[in-house]
């Protein structure tokens, strides 16, 4: 367009504006929606460690209350994005009584609001699935993926 | 009439028409956005909830935003091809419409991703807001940096613009420096698109030292080197006009400059009152070998203390800039129309353009034609292929018709010319359309202007 034509800025404003904001609410809508999504395509793919000698630390029935059967077996140390991510879990007869958190991300502040909050659903989700199939938290996909896959490995050595 | 407006060889410029880059300039920057919006795409695995999408959209607005200023700041780097291709007028308006849009990406960004963070720990905006600048690494900087963008975008609104003096304007500009640099480590520590990606890191490192290596060549570098070597003094000043000024500047070997009519250096006098503005005038004579000259309308503050140079006086000069050339020309006919002191590109045009050249002066009364003996003494010169028409008020001050019947009689081979056009932006708006209804099409009328 040339310099001199008359301008219309009010129209270009409206433009403008509603280009961006259509373009954004594109983006996002194309976007997986919430739950089951794996990180992205450039994140470093999680691998799991230790996974099949995942009992390192508490080892099979390492701390094993003779009396209930109850043992932790702690699952591989998966690299996420923001820093390793890793879990224990407590099994009593056949049944995972208690999962914690043994390493999550703490590097700053962010991490530190985000685990707040997202370490408890977790837990809250394992604990009702008995499993790893649990729902990624959101705003927390990349502590979700290494919780659930740290979460499988411990499942898988504790043998359930 | 001054001593050095002896005309030189009409012919010494071939005609040789050069594409405009602007349309290569724009869509690599439209392509750069572009690709930023890519590293989102492949950075974000899934969008989850209210907080999910009011963060993700925080983010987007963040990314443009740290790419926009970017770009802000490269416009303005005074890069031969913009500056001298583009045209440092068209690029001042990019650089301006582009800043206001960055402003609003700024906001943008800081609103969603405040609230996308607070909805997402179910904290109150406030709170949520000091948590992010007090809490997470290198936000106080960012904050700092943000609030100065901001004060520049107040600064360069329309409304405010007018309200303020220039050298305000231009040093709470120069503020833009530090705020980019403040804003940029954030970008780094807390974008989780470049907290697990080095390639992308590497990228923005190479964007922001790239640009701010253009700035130090361009800026800084460029004109200390200029100005060591041709070491710039006023020589005279004389009237032209009532309120019109040339001032002839000497120098040594001005010739290397490669300074072209139609162009202007930014001017700084070294003298009380001056030293701290530099300003555009064009050259309103081809340059010679050890001097030049430009004609300054004293509208008030920096433009009439010019009057008052006193010869010997140092001047600091960064150019040629401008691309109100020869070489955009397609043909070898020219119609030159200016208004008032938008005669001085055009005047040194007049003097070089090659071939068939009609100039048309626009002013009020035959005594505010500055510069008006020497045009009539280059068109006896040229010969009759030169022509000088002038457009004056009538006798009760009505305004002469500019109209594309008045512009046809005038010139009746109009659609067939180059038109260079100079003047007030609402003169040389009338003169467009009724250029356009006359049948020039939009490549063949050349035009300048700092209004933004």
């Known amino acids: 367009m040339h310099a001199l034509r008359k301008d219309r800025p009010l129209r270009r404003i409206v433009l403008a504006s509603a280009a961006t904001v259509s373009g954004m609410v594109l983006l996002l809508a194309l976007k997986p929606q919430g739950a089951q999504s794996v990180a992205g395509a450039t994140a470093p793919a999680p691998s799991v460690s230790s996974a099949p000698s995942a009992p390192s630390t508490g080892g099979t029935g390492a701390s094993a209350s003779p009396g209930t059967g109850a043992r932790t077996v702690t699952g591989g140390e998966v690299q996420t994005r923001w820093g390793p991510v890793q879990v224990r879990v407590t099994v009593a007869g056949g049944k995972v009584t208690e999962v914690t958190a043994v390493e999550y991300p703490t590097g700053n502040p962010r991490d530190q609001q985000i685990n707040s909050y997202a370490l408890p659903r977790l837990r809250t989700e394992a604990l009702a699935a008995q499993s790893a199939d649990i729902d990624t938290v959101s705003g927390a996909t990349y502590t979700s993926d290494g919780y659930k896959q740290s979460l499988q490995s411990a499942l898988d050595s504790a043998g359930l | ?452």
């Not at chain 2, 919006?37 to 963060?55: E, Q």
């Not at chain 2, 582009?98 to 179910?122: D, E, I, K, S």
């Open chain 2, 1 to 452: 009439m001054t001593t050095i407006s002896e005309p030189r060889a009409a012919t010494a410029l071939p005609p040789a028409p050069r594409r405009s880059p602007a349309g290569a300039v724009l869509a690599l920057l439209w392509a750069g956005a572009a690709a930023v919006l890519a590293l989102w795409w492949f950075g974000t695995g899934s969008v989850a909830g209210t907080a999910g999408r009011l963060t993700g959209a925080g983010r987007i607005a963040g990314l443009l935003c740290g790419y926009s200023c970017a770009v802000l700041v490269a416009l303005m780097a005074r890069v031969p091809l913009l500056e001298e291709r583009v045209g440092s007028d068209r690029v001042a308006r990019w650089h301006a419409r582009a800043g206001r849009y960055t402003v609003c990406l700024l906001l943008a960004h800081v609103v969603l991703v405040v609230a996308g963070y607070a909805a997402q720990f179910h904290a109150s905006l406030v709170d949520e807001a000091l948590s992010v600048v007090l809490d997470y690494p290198e936000m106080l900087k960012a904050s700092l940096g943000t609030a100065v963008l901001l004060a520049v975008g107040i600064v360069s609104a329309r409304a405010v613009r007018r309200r303020v003096s220039h050298e305000f304007w231009y040093y709470v500009h120069l503020g833009t420096y530090a705020a980019v640099f403040l804003t940029f480590w954030h970008q780094l520590a807390l974008g989780a698109d470049f907290v697990g990606n080095a390639a992308a890191r590497a990228a923005w490192y190479a964007l922001y030292l790239g640009v701010a290596a253009l700035v130090l060549w361009f800026r800084v570098l460029v004109p200390v080197r200029l100005n060591l070597r041709h070491r710039l003094r006023v020589e005279s000043v004389h009237r032209e006009a009532p309120g019109v000024y040339s001032v002839v500047v000497r120098g040594r070997g001005l010739g290397r400059l490669g300074a072209r009519p139609g162009q202007f250096f930014r001017w700084r006098f070294l003298a009380p009152g001056l030293r701290w503005t530099s300003s555009p005038y064009s050259l309103s004579a081809a340059p010679r070998q050890d001097r030049m000259r430009i004609t300054v309308k004293a509208l008030g503050g920096h433009s009439a203390a010019v009057a008052l140079l006193r010869p010997g006086t140092r001047v600091w000069a960064e150019g040629p800039y401008g691309a109100l050339t020869a070489d955009r020309g397609e043909g070898r006919k020219a119609l030159l129309l200016a208004g008032g002191v938008g005669i001085t590109p055009l005047r040194a045009l007049f003097e070089t353009l090659p071939g068939d050249v009609t100039l048309v002066y626009r002013a009020r009364a035959a005594e505010d034609l500055a510069l008006g003996g020497e045009l009539e003494a280059l068109a006896r010169w040229r010969g009759p292929e030169a022509r000088v028409l002038y457009a004056l008020d009538g006798p009760h001050g009505e305004r002469p018709s500019l109209g594309t019947e008045s512009l046809r009689r005038a010139v009746p081979d109009l659609a067939e010319r180059d038109v260079y056009l100079c003047g007030p932006r609402s003169f040389a708006e009338d003169l467009y359309v009724s250029l356009r209804a006359a049948g020039v099409p939009d490549r063949r009328i050349h035009h300048e202007s700092f209004e933004l």
